[in-house]
């Protein structure tokens, strides 16, 4: 495709593209949303920075881009429900979500995408790393894309790893369940992406407990080696936020890790999820 009203500039090999060209707290017409659109579906990640968006432009763009939900572990800010907080303060040494993750699998219906806009960023460090799900299935052997076509795997809010980067937040953000509670899914360990047809890894680390009719225990080796897979370099890429950078990502077809190297600095970023639907 031939972008007329955007630039976008790939950021690696796997997946990421800076786009350039379009201020996101106008209203934009369907011919930059077609492009943005097309873009997003074809990089996975998009990055737009110097966007200082107030709370009303935000949600206006997200709308645009699919229905906001709301987000199931945490409370919105006020008068803005749809729009999550993420903060770590500076005496905290857990960041939320700290690890290789796809965002709340333990649903049944996911959320199909999220963007995350940065208002306070540290003066170094505090990067967002992303992984191609599309890639990360294509490269295993033909053998195992076969085991795996036909496995089913347990997702869960209230596996350990998780836990241990949510409980600050769930204690001091208004948490909408009470700690302990989980939510639990069946999903595909291999879906189709509904938009693009292709094949997915969708298994990760910090929501997938076992496959089903197996035991965690049996599930582990085949799990661990998936996990260690997933984020492999060639597979990523990586954002250096900037106040007023906003990322929106495909949630169905990558992976994330907000990387946890600034202690003693605030972050803080509003985060919106986008639409929901069943993996198949």
Avoid at 45 to 58: C, E, W
Avoid at 60 to 86: C, Q, W
């Amino acid at each position: 495709m031939e972008y007329r009203h955007i630039s976008v500039a790939p950021v690696a090999g796997a997946l990421g593209a800076q786009i350039g060209g379009v201020d996101l707290r106008r209203e934009l017409d369907a011919a930059v949303l077609a492009e943005i659109r097309h873009a997003w579906l074809r990089h996975l990640v998009l990055f737009f920075r110097d966007q200082q968006l107030d709370s009303d432009q935000y949600l206006a763009f997200a709308r645009r881009i699919a229905e906001p939900v709301e987000y199931p572990m945490l409370r919105g800010l006020d008068g803005y429900p749809l729009i999550v907080p993420v903060v770590k303060l500076a005496h905290e040494r857990v960041n939320f979500g700290g690890l290789w993750h796809s965002d709340t699998a333990y649903l049944e219906t996911p959320p199909i995408a999220a963007t995350l806009l940065a208002r306070e960023v540290p003066p170094v460090g505090g990067d967002t790393l992303f992984a191609n799900m599309y890639l990360a299935y294509e490269s295993l052997s033909d053998g195992l894309r076969r085991v795996l076509d036909g496995l089913r795997a347990v997702n869960s809010s209230a596996k350990a790893d998780v836990t241990k980067t949510r409980e600050d937040r769930l204690a001091e953000g208004g948490a909408k369940l009470v700690p302990g509670a989980a939510l639990n899914a069946l999903h595909p360990v291999v879906r189709t992406h509904p938009e693009t047809g292709r094949k997915l890894l969708y298994v990760n680390g910090g929501h997938t407990v076992r496959f089903e009719d197996m035991t965690e225990d049996e599930s582990a080796p085949l799990l661990n080696y998936l996990f260690a897979h997933l984020c492999r370099p060639e597979f990523t890429c990586r954002l250096r936020w900037q106040v007023g950078t906003l990322a929106l990502w495909d949630n169905r077809c990558t992976q994330h890790n907000p990387i946890n190297d600034y202690h003693g600095h605030r972050r803080v970023m509003h985060r919106i999820s986008l639409g929901a639907d069943r993996p198949v």
